[in-house]
């Protein structure tokens, strides 16, 4: 398993590299201009040109790439054109905002989603099969940002009952050391801000989560429903196995497979969707940062955070993949 | 002390308890924190703290390197300078100054300073202090720190630095000739020099905070210590602290020479989407907010906001590019001119109260002219003028830009809209061109791609030349005509030694302008706030002076 691992870390390397020159040359296929969009209505030629020069924009694009790679080999992302901060600054104290969105999202989705894929195939044709297959047909096709507004005018304007925008309570005076705002809370004791930190991420984790909601459901109901028809179940069944050890030993344990692949697949779509979320909500994590430099055409932090991003989605996935052997001791990575 | 709850946060309550019921079993019984909180009685009437959503972080909270509105909003509460503005207007104030004298020649000017002030590290403001921020400002480091983004209003105003790619500017020197007197000398005359001092970038900033945070010449002065956590000023706030991509707290400066605030704390929070700060507001998150959209007040009226106006200091123009065809021909320009109803341009697309405008700067700038050529309404006129200039089927490129709100453009496809409508009506066909914002930045003032555009600007001080000179003053690709003579008296009147005889020499520019029309001035459109129901003391500014010792919030 360490050399499966290790193989596929090497990998990462050529990966990286691949990713950066595209990024590299797509980011600058695009329209506009960092220069002009930094200095905004009424950029002279002069300041224009002294941009360019100062971040070396107007130097041949290979030889821009070449003095970019020898960053990155340096782990050096650049800083920001906007506000000069260190893209790996930025990126690492915004992404514990990302990250605890998503796992929230994640849990409500893994929480929701087994349990209602898991009834919905012991109840196969009756109703609670109909209305959860509907719910989840209808959670797939929603656009996570119609979501996002809707549940903002219902819940936080409508109803009141939770915040509209931000992280926490701008009036909290809260300490924070590991910008998870809701650990934080816990491990300084201020637990009003962690109950804060939380209340203000249902809204932003329910929008997120829906369609892995929808998806962990419509898996579930799949992999138990096949599994539940296996000969091994029928003679676990038959030798008068508890039904609730058949349901944990052999149903579920051999149904998570697929659903655990899904839930691997679904950080990539996390975070294109954190994006989008955190717009909605004003949510200062890496998308609505993200979702600024595309704008403000800030080529390092666009290259930065893509390549991170990026990382991040190839570990989540190995993990998944290490995770099988855990729920599937047949699977034997190799 | 604890925070009393929000009114938001008591109307939430008990879905809380629902929806993080686990956390509270974890929570209940554990001992309080200790930590501070912003809640309390101060020294002022109202206490507790005033939370206000801008549209961005700050870049930087050194305004010296800042251009964007707002780093400016958070200086303002920190910082001040030598010259303020009068409540309400643009017009220069005493400030830190409590006067000033200037030679005849326009190049000395003597400032009194007030006396008994002191920046919030405890240090005394005087004399001394005043020429250390000015030969700061001129021996700004080369490289980035003499970039456009950074120390642009110094590059705009003092025209050059001590070395660098640019060494001939106007700045020669600056004496203290007393404890409380400053003489500051010009090597050229400047009218404007008294209102530009009235910018946040040229704040009075604390010697010894800037000598012990510094940064070392040729890094990013944004980066260092003193712009992120010890940005010192004489200001009514001080900074507690910056809490990156979250807020700036700012806390009362209770040695504050002036009327002290009277809330403990004001906090500024970033939330981009105007409809996301409308929804903060309504909820509670917030005590007020900038950048109100147009289409949001009526709403917000609804739930019992405040809509606090500022006067306009914009403008908003249709501008021609001469570069193309027939657009060089005054005839056609004038024709278009009299085929726009600027009227209903205000009316179908910019905020209430908002005046149409008949010259290239609003009319709370000292230049204003009331005499200059006016076109009326008239498309019967209109279209006998194209047919006059053998343009009778004239197809027309428009370039507009989607998807932005400019405190001077709020909505700029509405406006688009209308204004196509008024040319079809006297057979102009328009060939529509939208671009994204910094794409139309880029098509509109760095080619000569482009036909008649929307476009626009918001002033920063009380002088004709900040527009005039911004639009007209050299030979752009933007308006793609080149008219010497035009460049040449917009040169000259920057250059005068008094403010009257610059008002003179800009009203006759204002009124050629006009008479050359290189667009149309559309209208200087009315920028609006917004607060909740319980804050009282907000004094809106047109250029956006607005310094926050008189807000209160009855919680």
Known sequence: MLRFALRRLALLVPVLFGLSILLFVWIRALPGDPARSLLGERATPAGIKQIRELYGFDKPLLEQYWAYLGQLVRLDFGSSIRDGRPVTETFFEQFPATVELALFAILFAVVLGIPLGYAAARRRGEAVDGAVITGSLLGVVVPVFFLAILLKLVFAIRLDWFPTSSRQDPRIDATHITNFYVLDGLLTREFDASWDALVH????????????????????????????????????????????VVRRRHVLRNAMLPVLTTIGLQVGLLLSGAVLTETVFSFNGIGSYLFDAISQRDYPVLQGYILFIALIYSLVNLAVDLGYGLFDPRVRVS | MRLPLTRAGRGRRAVSLVAAGALAVGAAGCAESERSSGGGSGSGESGGSFVFAGSA????????????????????????????????????????????????????????????????????????????????????????????????????????????????????????????????????????????????????????????????????????????????????????????????????????????????????????????????????????????????????????????????????????????????????????????????????????????????????????????????????????????????????????????????????????????????????????????WEDYLGVTTGTSKHGIHLLGWTGDYNDADNFLGVFFGTKTQEWGFDNPELFQALTEARGLSTVDEQVTAYKQI??????????????????????????????????????????????
């Not at chain 1, 932003?204 to 296996?230: C, D, N």
């Not at chain 2, 907010?289 to 917000?300: H, N, Q, W």
């Not at chain 2, 009319?363 to 009778?392: C, F, H, I, R, W």
Request: overall charge negative; proline content about 7%; some cysteine.
């Open chain 2, 57 to 436: 972080e700050p870049v930087t909270l050194d305004p010296f390197y800042a251009s964007d509105g707002e780093s400016f909003r958070v200086a303002r509460q920190i910082f001040e300078g030598l010259v303020g503005t009068k409540p309400g207007t643009a017009d220069p104030a005493p400030l830190l100054a409590e006067s000033w004298e200037r030679s005849e020649d326009g190049l000395t000017t003597t400032f009194k300073l007030r006396e008994g002030v002191q920046f919030s590290d405890g240090t005394d403001f005087n004399a001394e202090a005043v020429c250390f921020n000015f030969d700061r400002w001129y021996n700004t480091p080369t490289g980035i720190a003499q970039s456009e983004d950074l120390s642009y209003y110094y590059g705009k105003t003092f025209r050059g630095f001590a070395k660098g790619k640019n060494t001939d500017g106007i700045y020669e020197s600056c004496e203290a000739t007393g404890d409380l007197e400053a003489v500051v000398t010009l090597t050229d005359p400047f009218a404007g020099f008294i209102a530009a001092l009235s910018l946040p970038a040229f704040s009075m900033q604390s010697p010894t905070a800037l000598e012990k945070y510094s940064v070392p010449a040729g890094k990013d002065p944004r980066k260092g210590e003193y712009a992120n956590k010890f940005p010192t000023g004489t200001g009514p706030f001080v900074l507690g602290s910056w809490d990156k991509g979250s807020k700036v707290t700012l806390e009362r400066n209770d040695d504050y020479w002036g009327e002290k605030a009277k809330v403990d704390q004001a906090i500024v929070v970033a939330i981009a989407d105007p409809g996301a700060r409308r929804d903060a507001l309504i909820s509670g998150d917030v005590d007020g907010f900038d950048l109100v959209g147009p289409a949001d007040i009526s709403k917000l009226e609804e739930e019992g906001m405040t809509i606090a106006n500022r006067d306009a200091f914009n403008v908003l123009y249709l501008g021609f590019n001469q570069a193309r065809k027939p657009l060089d021909n005054k005839q056609v320009r004038e024709a278009i001119a009299h085929a726009v109803n600027k009227e209903e341009v205000v009316s179908a697309s910019l905020p209430e109260g908002t005046e149409p405008a008949t010259q290239f700067m609003p009319e709370l700038v000292n230049s204003y002219s009331e005499d200059v050529k006016t076109y009326e309404y008239d498309p019967e006129l209109a279209k006998q003028m194209l047919a006059d200039a053998g343009q009778s089927d004239l197809t027309l490129e428009f370039n507009y830009p989607t998807e932005i709100s400019r405190p001077y453009m709020p909505s700029p496809e509405a406006t688009f809209n209308v204004l196509r409508s008024q040319l079809k009506a006297v057979g102009i066909t328009v060939k529509p061109t939208a671009d994204q």
């Open chain 2, 510 to 555: 204002s009124e050629d302008v006009m008479e050359f029309l290189p667009g149309i001035p559309l209208a200087s459109p009315v920028p609006s706030l917004a607060f909740a129901p319980d804050v009282q003391g907000y004094e809106p500014s047109p250029v956006n002076d607005e310094v926050w010792n008189g807000v209160t919030v009855e919680k």
């Open chain 1, 201 to 244: 991420l249902v809204l932003p984790a329910v929008a997120l989560g829906t369609i892995p909601l929808a998806i962990i459901v419509r898996i579930t109901r799949a992999s138990v429903s096949e599994v539940l028809s296996e000969d091994y179940v029928r003679t676990a069944d038959a030798k008068g196995l508890h039904p609730a």
